[in-house]
């Protein structure tokens, strides 16, 4: 029996990463949604990360009441971001991608990074944004310096 061929809407697309950035200005999860919009995309898988007011340390096991955060990154984190996006995107059927991630002094409840993936299927969109923000948060160069309510600090590492 010979293979039937597959419609072009359940193959990754041609072009699929549609917004990477990182900015020092608040984030949108509308334009982000709106950049993976696909006319052949059956599941979009949004993840919207923010400012919580406590934090596990790092060196310890202890849950600490966070005042104040920011974000900083190298130069090459946006085009960090983007090879991320990339390799998610080869190793999906993705039809759009898109990921933003906030530096500067941030307050609890803002948005600190918005991505979004769409596929033809539901289960391949959480797939690929799973890896995508799991990817990001270990590769590229953006670091986070939380200050807490005893008076110490702490720089947490993404890459």
Known sequence: MADTPQHPGEQAAADPVRLV??????????EVFAAVGDPAA??????????RDHDRREASEH???????GYSSHPTAEAE?????????????VRALA??????????GDLAVVVAVSCPHRAE???AC?????????????WKHQMFTDGTEEWVGAG
């Open 63 to 69: 849950v600490q009441d966070v005042t104040a955060l």
């Open 42 to 51: 059956g599941g979009t898988a949004l993840f919207v990360g923010t400012v």
């Open 130 to 142: 799973r890896r995508l923000i799991d990817t990001l948060k270990q590769e590229v160069p953006i």
């Open 21 to 30: 950035a990182v900015r020092a200005t608040p984030l949108s999860v509308d």
């Open 99 to 108: 990921a933003v991630h906030r530096v500067g002094e941030l307050a609890v």
């Open 125 to 127: 969109a959480f797939d």
């Open 81 to 93: 971001m983007r090879r991320v996006a990339e390799k998610v995107a080869a190793d999906y059927p």
